[in-house]
């Protein structure tokens, strides 16, 4: 009987010793939890084609840049330049309550909706490339892109000089084509400076061989909107041809090549991703571009965002990266890792 007794107070002794441990040690991981877990931050990139090279490569940007500085994801999320989709997205990643957003959106007509719609939930967004504006023009959220114009400029300047290396400012066979993109203000100024500069440096050319044509940045429209001028005008013999960006330069150099045209015509490409292929070759239309660097743009817009999550840093409204010439000459020294 003793011993039972005594067993009984032993039994009992270790279960309270047991339980008194248990809820030690349940409190020390509680608070292990509560004040040793790092909040998991989480950046969308919203891009409007992001099957296009430009994108890709500044998702890819983007997504370094973010989690150097802390990130535990980046989410690259391609619109297929359709608004439908790009909405969708948006409502997406304020649903996962993400912690920031970059985009390049597929119709600047969505901005105002884009901005409201973050701002409510609380989440702060960047315009990489292409700004979130109001009817106006007036930025509605903190955008890092190129100087457009100042780079349309250096198009405009480069071509004209080649015209005139070339004999092409005095003859009549030869024409000029720009190929516009209207609806993109990001990409406005870059022809206005191209068609303004080249004017400038060559004011006895005459407007009667100047011509334009719209396309929506996608190489197939640039395609298709350079072969119906140049099929139009069969009187032009060389052609001289600046565009809004890359795809529509690599678009124009095909329908030269089709039309039996691209060894005595000459075309400018702009940003130099789709141009180094075409340096590659043994020959193409393409004789140079404007560089200017995805890396720059998707790194900068992120780091933009994040110092702002981070550091509560105040985001600048506009954050533009520079530009230069490349040709197949000096591509490989100017664009580095970028030229492979």
Known sequence: ???KKQMAVLLGTLLVSTLLWGCGSGTSDQG??????????????IYKAGDQVWFIDE????????????????????????PDTYLQAIDNVIAQKVDGVVTCIPDQKLSKVTVEKLKQA???VVAADDALQDESGKKLAPWVGINAYKIGQVNGEWMANYAKTNG??????????????????????????EEEKFKELLPGFSGDRIFKADYNGETDKGFNGAAAIFTAHPEIKKWMVMTANEEGAVGAVRALEQAGLDKSSCVIGLGGYLAKDEFKKEYSAMKAATYFSSDAVGGTSVKVLMNYILKK????????????????????????????
Do not use: H, W
């Open 1 to 3: 009987m003793k011993f």
């Open 168 to 193: 092409f400012d005095k003859d009549n066979q030869a024409g000029l084509l720009i190929l516009t993109m209207d609806t993109v203000s990001s990409c406005v100024p870059r022809t206005q400076g």
């Open 59 to 82: 998702g890819k940007a983007a997504e370094k840049a973010a989690k150097e500085m802390g990130a535990s994801d980046f989410l690259f999320i391609d619109a297929k330049m359709n």
């Open 32 to 45: 292990k939890s509560a004040g040793g877990d790092k909040k998991k931050l989480v950046i969308a990139g």
């Open 313 to 340: 840093e105040e985001m600048p409204m506009e954050t533009a990266v520079d530009a230069a010439i490349v040709t197949k000459d000096n591509y490989k020294q100017i664009m580095g890792k970028n030229a492979e």
């Open 122 to 124: 609380g989440i702060p």
